[in-house]
Structures are given as C-alpha cells and as structure tokens.
C-alpha cells in the first residue's frame, strides 16, 4: 500500500512549525520545531507524549479534542496555559496562537486568540490549518454508541466551512436553551408558546447540518472504502449517514427543514413528559458497513482498527480536495497495535504522503523510520530532538 496510503490531491500542505507551549498539561515551557513531513514522538508512558499532541491539536482547534473542559489543559496549579505556533500554509503563513485563563472570582477557564497578534474569536482559527487525529480512544469508534462518529463528521464541517461551524454551535446552545424550557413548560413556570422560537431556531440550524453531514459522509465514502481496501481490510467498507428526525438523506436543505419540524411537532407531547429534545443532528449516527453488515456486530478487533485509521485517512483525503490543502495528522500510539509490516507500510506510506505527520510511540521504532524522519525524545513534560 505504501506509495498509494494517500495519492497527493493537492500540491499544498500545511504544518505547524515552531511551538511554544506554557503550563498545558505536564509542560512548563517548551519550543519544539517540527518538521514539515514525518515527526516521531518517543519515550516511556506517561512522559507528555499525548499531551505534545494534544497541544498541537488544541491549537489548530482552540479547544482540546479530548479534554472533558478547557480547566484540564492548565498545567496543575497554573491559572494560565498558552499555545503558540507558526503555522505554514501555502495561503499564508500565520502565527497562532490560543491562551487560557482561569477567572480568579468565578474559577471558570476562559479562551482567547490571536493570529499574527491581533485577537480574533476562537472559531476564526478553525480551519486555519486544518488537523485530522486518531488517539486511542478513537479505536472504540466502531463500537461504541453514535456520539463519536457524530463528532467525526463535525470535526471535519467545523474545519471546512465557516457556515457549518456556526450552525454546530448555535444547535448546541439552542438545544440546551430548548431542553431547559421544555422541563419549565413541564413544571408549568413557562407558556408553552415559548417555546417556538427556540424550536424554529432549533429545526433551521438542525436541518443544515443534517445537510452538510450527508452531503460529507457522500464525500468521505469512497475515499474510506479506498483507503481500507489499500490498508488491507479484506471486506468492502461502507459509510451510511442516518439522519435523525424523517429527513431525506439526498433531500435539501428545505426538505429537512420540513421534515425535522414535522417530527417534533409529533413528539411535542413526549418532549415535555421527558423534558428534552426527542428529534435532530445530536441523534443522527454514521453507520459503518463491512462486507454490507453492520461493522458493529460483524468487524473483528483487527478489522475495527483498520476501519479508523480507513476513516482518518478518508478525512485527510476529503480535506486534500475541498479545502485543497493536506491537513496535520496527528496519531497517537497507533504503530502499538500494528504488526511490523503494517507498521512498516504506515510509516512509508505517510512519509511519502507530502502531509506533516506528528505520530507518537512508546516504543523504538529500529528499522522503521525513513530518512527525513524528524525524531524527538519526551521525559518529564520535556520534548529533545533525537539522533536520527
Ligand atoms: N493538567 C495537567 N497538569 C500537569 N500534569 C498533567 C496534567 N494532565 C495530565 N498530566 C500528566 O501528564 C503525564 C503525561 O501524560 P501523557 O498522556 O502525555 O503521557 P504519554 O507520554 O502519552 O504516556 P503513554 O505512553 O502512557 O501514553 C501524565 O502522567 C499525567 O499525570
Ligand atoms: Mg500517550
């Protein structure tokens, strides 16, 4: 598979260049110079591999990717962490940066940004420099319930098009605002008129995404079914996008409008008994389909690992041809659960990928790197460059 993992889409690349990080996670203060193409994380468990990573991937994101709040990426006993980095991009090049700071009255973390210096709000670096991930957890992504392959998809919306990273954050507010009144409707303390403005925000800011998310997972489809096949996965790999709320997965915009309002109009009565949201995007799942069967119940454990790291690569590719530009792929402890060929070919294929990889391991890689490998060493929240 090795020359094909990821046939170049695209001349451009971006990558992350020279990272400053203060008091996030186990680090301190840290410059690390990344390579433009394949970079090698070492060192033993629980020296700051992951959270180099994460560092990168909160950047890009302004948020932490696998942070249960903003609060967990401040160093213990720090108020403040900030993230900096020169980001090259054949647009332009930018230095971003995202600072986090704990309110000395209300405790509460809040974030703020900066591209060359002047603030800018948090979902104006989306995109930016767009990123693709895979830690550990990301294995699970075939068994476990719909939420992660829900944030899969938004992930990649978020990054791609301003228009669908308002919307995911207006649903999240609105449904939130929404549930809120449903139980005040419930309790009585509340006409139930007040709640159509919420719902009418609720079904227009849902449909869209359901939009976009169709119309993405179309999209990551053939690319992941490609990807597995060179992998090797033996079985075809399917993608099938089950909208929530009676939306036509190839309708527009319009269709699903009609239709998630209908749906709520129908459960208004069990909303209320359950004071919560009973149709839209935040109960849609992707259905992942391996020689036709439901990957859930049909894919092996080694079947499973190949259908993620199909899904990430179908992300980069996807990224590649619509924002025209190869995103950072970030993959953490993925070589662990690879035989030594696979390994092998995973390393080439992304060496030759022309995309700036950031990949850990705990473990020596002898035989494996290609020349041009950029290696470094973390003991103790502390990055050194390797010999080669
Ligand atoms: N907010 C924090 N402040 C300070 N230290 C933290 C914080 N969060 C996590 N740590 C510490 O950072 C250490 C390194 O974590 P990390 O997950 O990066 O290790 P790792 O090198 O990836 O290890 P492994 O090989 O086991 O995956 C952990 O042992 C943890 O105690
Ligand atoms: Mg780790």
Known sequence: MSAQLLPVLTTGACSVQRLRIFAFRNYVEQSVEFGSGLNVVGGSNAQGKTNLLEAVATLLLTRSPRAAGSADVLAWGSDEALLEARVLRPAADRTMAVRFRRDPMSGRVTRSATVDGSP???????????????????????????????????????????????????????????????????????????????????????????????ELVRSLAPHARAA??????????????????????????????????????????????????????????????????????AASQGQQRSIVLALKLAEVRHIAVHASVMPVLLLDDVLSELDPQRRRDLIAGLADAGLQTLITSSE?????????TRRFEVASGRVAVAES
């Open 120 to 214: 800018r709000r948090a979902r104006d670096l989306l995109g930016l420099c767009p990123v693709v991930l895979f830690w550990p957890e990301d294995l699970q992504l075939v068994k476990a319930g719909p939420e992660g392959r829900r944030r899969l998809l938004d992930m990649v919306l978020a990054q791609l098009d301003q228009r669908a990273a308002l919307d995911l954050l207006r649903f999240r507010h609105v449904l939130e605002q929404r549930n809120a009144l449903l139980r005040q409707v419930r309790a009585g303390t509340t006409p139930s008129e007040a709640l159509d403005g919420f719902t009418r925000e609720l079904v227009s800011s849902g449909a869209r995404i359901q939009v976009a998310r169709a």
């Open 364 to 372: 020596p890689l002898p035989g494996v790197l290609p020349p041009g």
């Open 228 to 297: 597995l096949a060179q992998i090797g996965g033996g079985e075809e790999l399917g993608l099938r996008y089950l909208p929530d709320g009676g939306m036509d997965p190839d309708g527009d915009a319009v269709a699903a409008e009609t239709a998630l309002a209908a749906t709520l109009a129908q459960r208004r009565l069990e909303e209320l008994a359950r004071g919560a949201t009973l149709a839209g995007p935040h109960r849609d799942d992707l259905e992942l389909l391996i020689g036709g069967r439901p990957a859930r119940s």
